[in-house]
Each structure stands twice: as structure tokens, then as C-alpha cells.
């Protein structure tokens, strides 16, 4: 079975820019209308503790004004909840944070924090939220995923993008495995993190992921071709690979 592939559109690195300088320039939700424009199927928005790049009111106006579904990258905090279930929106992405890390360096732990969990992932449900876990692929992961009850899994793929040759197929290996386990478990593969034109297609290729969502390189493209061409090209190699 092959799904049609969706792209979600990271727009943090838009709000990094801006806040380099303070001030409303360059907006996210302008860049969210662009990506919108251009294919995007979806916009991703990360609200981080220290708020380094997108802020409480990117999330507020990226809520009222984007026709697209937002999908909310979170903390499993207490505040982070509480901040979904006020903007409601359509997904919320449950990730490892670490302050000092540059980006989302690794999947979520899962397994070794069901308990912790357990409640946040019935409360974002219980409001109509599409609960998503970023996580590696292992099948301790997606064994949690399984058990948690989460809609959603998005695999990380930085390993993968990260490395080359024999090791980066076996980490294309072990995605693929993991994602056919998701999907026999009723759970919606997704994947993302570190995906380029160069990159993208083998996994895009998988036929059970449902959507990819991709930040970075696409905003750093953008620089030198523009966000709609940068984006319209992104869904152009998803779309030959699938
Ligand atoms: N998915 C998740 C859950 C992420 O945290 C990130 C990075 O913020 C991405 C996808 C996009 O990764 P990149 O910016 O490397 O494309």
C-alpha cells in the first residue's frame, strides 16, 4: 500500500532570522502562506522553552491565519500541554528537548518514559489533537509508541541523513523496518529531520510514511531560489521518488 505523501513545512528557521535581529521581519506566517502556495501540505512549528525562534504569538497567528493544519512541536511539559489545548491545533508533535542542543538531536525516549507519557498523550487525544512521537527507529520505541496508544510516529532521520555509504543503508534499513512495524500496528509513519534534495528520495520512497517534514535545508534553499521554488522543488523529488 502506498499513501500520498504529504510535506509539512518546518517554518522555525524563518523566526530564527527574525529574532537575530528583534523586530516582524522576515514573519513565519507569511512564510506559511509561501509553503502553503508552493504544496506544502501542512506547516511544523517547534515552541521551545528559551523561545530561541518561534514564540508563543508565531503560535497564536499561526493558528487563527493558516489555512493549513498546524502541527505543534512540544516538550512533554506541563506548560507545553497547556499551550496545545488553548491553540488546539490539528497535531502536536512530542519531542526531546534539550537546551543547550542546537536542534532536535535525537528521538524521543519513549520506552524509558511511558509514564510520563501515558497522561500527556490521552489528554492531547482526549481534545482532538493527532498525538505524534518523534522517535529513532528502534522497535523499543515503537513498541512504546504501540502501548502509549499515539496515532502518530515520526522518525528521525538525522542518522540517517547524517551518514553515507554502507552505514547510511543500514540506517535507511532499519527505517524502513521500523515504519512497516508502525504501520502494521494501525500507527501513521512519518519522518523527518536533516532531509535535502539530495537525501529525500529513498525515503520518500517507503511506501507506508505518510507524511515528511522538513525545516532547515528548505529555508537555507530559500535564500538563494526563494521559499516557493525551494518548496515546489522538495515536492517535486518527493513526488518522482513515490
Ligand atoms: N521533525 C521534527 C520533529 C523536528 O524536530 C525537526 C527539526 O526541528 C524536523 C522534523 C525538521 O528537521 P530539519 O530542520 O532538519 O529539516
Redesign the pocket.
Known amino acids: 500500500m502506498s499513501t500520498r505523501l504529504r510535506l509539512?513545512v518546518?517554518i522555525?528557521?524563518v523566526a530564527t532570522v527574525r529574532n537575530a535581529r528583534g523586530g516582524e521581519h522576515p514573519d513565519p506566517v507569511r512564510a506559511a502562506e509561501i509553503a502553503a502556495k508552493a504544496g506544502a501540505d501542512g506547516i511544523?512549528a517547534?515552541l521551545r522553552e528559551d523561545r530561541r525562534h518561534i514564540t508563543d504569538k508565531d503560535i497564536e497567528r499561526l493558528t487563527r491565519a493558516i489555512a493549513l493544519p498546524l502541527n505543534f512541536?512540544m516538550a512533554a511539559t506541563e506548560e507545553m500541554v497547556g499551550i496545545a489545548l488553548k491553540h488546539r491545533p490539528h497535531a502536536a508533535?512530542i519531542?526531546p528537548e534539550k537546551r543547550q542542543e542546537r536542534?532536535?538531536e535525537g528521538g524521543l525516549d519513549a520506552d524509558g518514559h511511558r509514564e510520563t507519557l501515558a497522561p500527556i498523550v490521552k489528554t492531547l487525544g482526549d481534545a482532538g489533537i493527532r498525538v505524534?512521537l518523534?522517535i529513532e527507529p528502534t522497535p523499543s520505541q515503537v513498541e512504546a509508541a504501540i502501548a502509549l496508544g499515539a496515532p502518530v510516529v515520526?522518525f528521525?532521520?538525522?542518522r540517517y541523513?547524517h551518514r553515507t555509504g554502507a552505514a547510511r543503508a543500514d540506517e535507511l534499513r532499519r527505517i524502513t523496518d521500523m515504519v512497516a512495524l508502525a504501520a502494521k500496528n494501525g500507527i501513521e509513519p512519518?519522518?523527518?529531520?536533516?532531509?535535502?534534495y539530495d537525501n529525500v528520495a529513498p525515503v520518500a520512497a517507503i511506501p507506508q510514511i505518510a507524511e515528511?517534514?522538513?525545516?532547515?535545508?528548505?529555508?537555507g534553499e530559500a535564500i538563494f531560489v526563494g521559499l516557493e521554488e525551494a518548496v515546489r522543488r522538495m515536492r517535486a523529488a518527493m513526488d518522482v521518488a513515490r
Open positions: 509539512g518546518n522555525d528557521h511544523t517547534h512541536e508533535c519531542v536542534t532536535t505524534s518523534f515520526e528521525h532521520t538525522g541523513a512519518h519522518a523527518g529531520h536533516g532531509l535535502t515528511l517534514n522538513i525545516g532547515h535545508f528548505l529555508i
